[in-house]
């Protein structure tokens, strides 16, 4: 598989170089260089395959000979052991619950298969640097990256998190596991964590010793896991239904956008997509007055999506150009807090308990939906991840249960270590810890 660089065209790097790189040159994401295209019967042959197999042909005809099918197929069963149900809420939408993973958000599948890529590709490659996964989290991410590596042979993982700043159970989550997994609390907020990380991604000495990779959102790898889902949640709708389709993504980074229209752009029948946001609307103020005007991130109940400038924008204005197509064609809205909380009261009188991120997505889809129209949200997280919150938009009179998979870890003890706000900390205490594994 081919990649180039979307602000500097010249650039082209293999799938490899793109998922030990992340960013080209300038900063700027790697596209595709070809976009697959199914026939009308191969989409319903892919449909009727269970997700696993249909997930490593559909992956295997982007990557091409640089992994082998059977590599792509061995990657796809160790990550993509997670259900996702489609759940029917009404009449007229379901949602596709994509947080049954081990961190409970659809950020599971984009990282456990990357960690796959990377824990294959790392081996096979004659490298004498120890590949150390960098990465800062203000709760969620850290959680997924450190799940989906666990116990990968090769692969050290380092996550900084902003000390007393994260939720107990949040920290409990990625700080107990041991083994690859390395936590650091620092002394400061998560903007100076991720100052931290910006540095140690910048310093000689510590390029020079180590393979450094972020493995974050922007990373190709994650995409393409995520465009495996959407044929999921489609292969869960009848074939009747399919034809009148409209999907909702809550939107923060835009990288599960981004993956669903290159579903769409493979052949996945799918009418439309909706853009739904919270008042961090940069996107849907830009698709209504045409012009790119980020305000600063202002906090909200669905925090994960609290971002100004999304980071795989560029990817999907890209496709709709290679694609010929105009991005008027996505429908969209914002919400702001107090209609998601009564939307999540809402939705609870329907009988299902959603959470801040999908009850956006529900909100906008149920808004633009129109009577001949099906509509599938997306799923995000489970709503135990945001159980404080959520009971009290229901005076407490509700009780959430944490599912009995991660009751374990909230008795684990906390193995982080502690770092004053200081590079040099950072780095010693980095250096230290490979050369004593
Ligand atoms: C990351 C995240 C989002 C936003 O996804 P993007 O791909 O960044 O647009 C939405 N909901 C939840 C729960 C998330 O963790």
């Known amino acids: 598989m081919k990649l180039y660089n979307i602000k500097q065209h010249n650039e082209q790097v293999t799938l490899t170089t793109a998922l030990l790189q992340g960013l080209g040159k300038n900063r700027g994401l790697f596209f595709p260089i070809r976009l697959p295209k199914f026939s009308e019967d191969e989409i319903n042959n892919l449909l009727s395959m269970n997700f696993i197999e249909r997930s490593a042909n559909i992956l295997s005809e982007y990557i091409g000979a640089e992994l082998s099918k059977n590599i792509i197929l061995d990657c796809v069963k160790n990550a993509f052991n997670i259900p996702l149900p489609l759940v029917r809420i009404n009449n007229r939408i379901s949602i596709l619950e994509l947080f049954h993973g081990p961190t409970l958000a659809f950020k599971d599948f984009g990282c456990r298969l990357l960690a796959q890529f990377l824990n294959k590709i790392y081996n096979t490659r004659n490298n004498n640097k120890p590949m150390v996964i960098l990465t800062a989290t203000s709760g969620d991410t850290g959680a997924a990256v450190a799940h989906a590596f666990f116990n990968l042979s090769n692969i050290y993982v380092v996550i900084l998190y902003p000390k007393h700043k994260i939720s107990t159970f949040q920290e409990k989550l990625f700080c107990t596991l041991g083994k690859n997994i390395y936590t650091i609390s620092v002394d400061g907020d998560f903007d100076a964590c991720q100052n931290l990380i910006k540095q140690a991604f910048s310093d000689d000495l510590l390029q020079k010793r180590l393979a450094l990779n972020s493995a974050n959102s922007i990373n190709i790898g994650r995409i393409l896991a995520q465009i495996c889902y959407y044929f999921e949640g489609v292969s869960q709708v009848s074939s009747e239904l399919r034809k009148k389709l409209v999907i909702s993504v809550p939107s923060g980074n835009f990288g599960n956008l981004t993956a669903g229209l290159l579903a769409q752009s493979c052949g996945l029948p ?168």
Not at 281 to 290: A, H, I, K, Q
Request: hydrophobic share 40%.
């Open 270 to 437: 799918v009418k439309k997509f909706v853009v739904a946001t919270n008042i961090n609307n940069t996107v849907p103020r830009f698709l209504r007055y045409g012009y790119w005007d980020p305000h600063p991130s202002v906090s909200t109940f669905s925090n994960a999506m609290d971002v100004s400038c999304p980071n795989n924008w560029p990817r999907i204005e890209e496709l709709f150009r290679r694609d010929n197509r105009s991005i008027t064609e996505l429908e969209y809205d914002y919400v702001e807090d107090h209609i998601t909380k009564n939307t999540i009261q809402f939705i609870a009188d329907l009988g299902y308990l959603s959470e801040p991120h999908t009850a956006i997505a529900y909100k906008v889809l149920s808004d633009k939906l129109n009577a001949n129209e099906f509509g599938m949200c997306i799923g995000t997280a489970h709503p135990v991840k945001f159980k404080k919150l959520i009971e009290s938009f229901f005076c407490n009179k509700i009780k959430i249960i944490l599912p009995l998979s991660l009751q374990k870890y909230v008795k684990l003890p906390t193995l982080s270590y502690d770092i004053p706000k200081c590079f040099f900390s950072l780095r010693n205490l980095i250096l230290k810890i490979i050369s004593e594994s």
